[in-house]
């Protein structure tokens, strides 16, 4: 950490100035956007005037995370095979949001996940746990990516102590709720097309120059990280992170779980069908998307196994004992070592598209959670639909700013917090809570609000509480509270338990509700689920 940090100081007025390039550049672009903002439809879905291209390029920069960038790049650096395994969940994924939520989403809903949910059932009960589940799904991720933020920028400025993260923190949230204020989803889009760029060329180039380190021989590279890992040929097979134990293999299906069936139910992600003008523009944009992503997630084995032999396991886990500034680290090695100009150039620069990563990925998430509380909570069940749009977006705007100040209140007592931990709890709530109703509500006819709402609130309870009682929160070494033990629950991550929860609490729901289903509103969502007559 000493060598990054002093090589970071050495060229701080370089990695200053490609910050403040960035940052400016996607402030004009958010201005403009606001600009041409000037309805609901705006504000909320870009006017659904985005290309199924260009679509796919947000939903990328949406979805691609500091925990995809830096995060798998360290699990693949310090774990090899294990590691590369989070890669082919995030991936997976996409084949689940492709088949079952894509095309009827954007047919059935206007602006928000609950307008799917409340179509055919009673608005109140519905929009009210589908707001509260987008918020806390939502300040989650906010916290993991934030945390992440000034970590990132703290290392990056060579600058040490809690004050330098917190103010970083506190720049990140100002700066995410001035996207979302200003520019809407118009503005936030377009952030999130140039930091997709931006990423893949980024790590289009670092994977090229790891290549070009091996002769473009991948055998010669997995080789090197394997040699260089010290656990031989173990490093390339299976069961080095899991697969010890009968509880780590049941953890690994459980994380599998949340990554898989999460990304269909997170709702910065289901936004973003509604920013096209057509469900054939949605699915175009689902698959860009794959294609996209699918690249990315590729270009990790090489930044992985690149760290590993380059930069080696033992010097990762000096600067961060998760593997998180692999990536930089990396880079610095690519550019000539620590101390050299091309080292300090390359590490600014991929340590700004990182930085450029979490912008665009707090202002998506700011963004969503703004907008349920002003569409869902405040227009349809404080307001019963008594609101004007212009109200409505203003509102939005006061909640963007509010959810800002809560983010960044949580992150500065978070910032010692395990990341990691964070963001598989987001996954795991999306995919407990918000999956199984979006899939019942679609799919089965008899479902009914009772059990669309004990579906929500079942799996959101039971995925938060079997986390806060797991070994994430205490009892192991990495816990956040590694001095106390009172978890009981033995795996790392909840899925397992918590999204069978929210199914079976689903169809319980209906099975023991009073008031059945209305074939007629059933039949009415089906139609234009899968034909979009009558979509906005």
Do not use: C
């Not at 000034?150 to 001035?178: C, E, F, N, P, Q």
């Not at 692999?326 to 620590?338: D, F, H, N, S």
């Amino acid at each position: 950490m000493n060598l990054l940090a002093s090589s970071a100081t050495d060229h701080r007025g370089l990695t200053m100035t490609l910050f403040g390039i960035f940052v400016l550049a996607t402030l004009g672009i958010t201005v403009w956007a606001g600009r041409q903002t000037k309805d609901a439809a705006d504000f909320y879905a870009g006017g659904r005037a985005f290309s199924g291209f260009q679509n796919g390029l947000a939903i990328s920069g949406d979805y691609m995370s500091a925990a995809s960038f830096l995060g798998i790049a360290g699990a693949i650096a310090l774990f090899g095979y294990d590691g590369f395994l989070y890669s082919i969940g995030f991936l997976v994924a996409w084949l689940v949001a492709l088949l079952l939520v894509a095309e009827p989403l954007r047919n059935s809903g206007r602006y928000t996940m609950a307008d799917v949910l409340a179509f055919r059932m009673r608005q109140r009960p519905v929009r009210t746990a589908a707001g509260i589940s987008t918020i806390v799904v939502s300040i989650f991720y906010l916290l993991a990516q934030m945390v992440g933020a000034g970590s990132l920028v703290a290392l990056l400025l060579g600058v040490s102590g809690d004050s330098a993260k917190r103010w970083t923190i506190v720049a990140v949230g100002a700066l995410m709720v001035l996207y979302v204020a200003i520019g809407g989803m118009k503005g936030t889009t377009w952030v999130q097309i140039v930091k997709a760029v931006l990423l893949i060329a980024g790590t289009a180039l670092m994977t090229v120059l790891v290549l070009a380190k091996y002769h473009f021989n991948l055998s010669a590279l997995l080789g090197a990280a394997a040699d260089a890992s010290g656990k031989a040929d173990a490093f390339l097979e299976p069961g080095l992170k899991y697969g010890a134990t009968g509880t780590s293999k049941l953890d690994f299906l459980s994380l599998g779980l949340a990554l898989v069936l999460g990304t269909a139910g997170l709702p910065h992600i289901l936004v973003r069908f509604y920013t096209v003008p057509t469900a054939k523009a949605a699915r175009k944009s689902v698959l860009w998307a794959i294609g996209i992503i699918g690249g990315f997630y590729l270009m990790t084995l090489a930044l992985g196994f690149g760290a590993a032999a380059l930069v080696g396991p033992k010097a990762i886990k000096a600067a961060n004992q998760s593997g998180n500034t692999a990536a930089p680290q990396l880079a610095e090695q690519l550019g000539g070592g620590a101390g050299t100009t091309g080292g300090a150039v390359l590490l600014a620069v991929i340590s700004a598209v990182a930085f450029a990563t979490i912008l665009a990925v707090v202002a998506g998430l700011t963004l969503a959670s703004s907008a349920s509380f002003a569409h869902d909570l405040y227009a349809n069940v404080i307001r019963r639909g008594k609101v004007s749009e212009r109200e409505e977006v203003h509102v939005a705007k006061w909640a963007a700013a509010g959810i800002g100040a809560v983010a960044i209140v949580l992150s500065l007592f978070a910032d010692k917090l395990n990341t990691a931990a964070l963001v598989a709890l987001a996954f795991a709530v999306a995919a407990s809570a918000n999956l199984p109703t979006l899939l019942y509500s679609l799919f089965w006819k008899r479902f009914t609000t009772a059990g669309a709402v004990s579906s929500v609130y079942a799996g959101l309870v039971s995925s938060v509480v079997l986390v806060l009682f797991s070994p994430v929160v205490s009892g192991a070494k990495n816990s956040l509270f590694p001095h106390s033990d009172f978890h009981w629950f033995p795996l790392e991550n909840p899925g397992l338990v918590s999204i069978p929860v929210g199914f079976l609490a689903g169809w319980i729901g209906t099975l023991l509700s009073r008031r059945a289903a209305d074939p007629a509103k059933y039949a009415e969502l089906e139609v234009r689920s899968l034909t979009g007559l009558g979509a906005h």
